[in-house]
């Protein structure tokens, strides 16, 4: 199985935070917290390189405090720049997101956190949809996936 990349420290390539802070949660994760009084919080993580390749990213939301009415664009965007194009996105704001889509230049995964609130993002995996459909195949034994029946030890919701 051929990882994209297995965000194991994603604290390292976080980039630079808008209106918020971002600190380690554990090895395997970032916090994202709004500073006072800022609106539309978030940081960045870019990627180059990676091209007409259908990819999946998947992550943990966990402890997510904060007004959510503030989040217009959900909790993860995944974009491309210059021009603005939103590939994928997720409003989940508890449990497991799964975003697939298909750059065709740059990409970021920007993480939103509510405006005088935090998230936690924790469990980080970006690759391939082919190797993460046979992945699941693997785990679950058959073609059919249902990430809210999956059991719970197998980062089921």
């Known amino acids: 199985m051929t990882y994209a990349r297995n965000l194991v420290r994603p604290e390292t390539m976080v980039g630079f935070p808008h209106n918020s802070t971002t600190g380690m949660n554990g090895t395997k994760g970032v916090t994202v917290t709004a500073q006072a009084g800022m609106q539309e919080c978030f940081a960045d993580f870019t990627f180059s390189g990676l091209r007409n390749t259908p990819l999946v990213f998947r992550v943990d939301v966990g402890v997510v405090s904060g007004d959510l009415s503030t989040l217009r664009n959900g909790m993860i965007v995944i974009a491309q720049r210059n021009p603005w194009v939103t590939l994928g996105y997720s ?38 949809e082919t190797d993460w459909e046979q ?7 058959s073609d059919f996936f249902d990430e809210d029946t999956r059991p719970l030890i197998l980062g089921g919701a």
């Open 91 to 128: 409003s989940v704001t508890s449990g497991t997101a799964i975003v697939k889509f298909t750059p065709t230049s740059s990409f970021l995964i920007r993480l939103y956190c509510p405006d005088e609130g935090k998230a936690v993002y924790d469990r980080f995996l970006l690759m391939s």
């Open 135 to 141: 992945t699941v195949k693997a785990l679950d034994g």
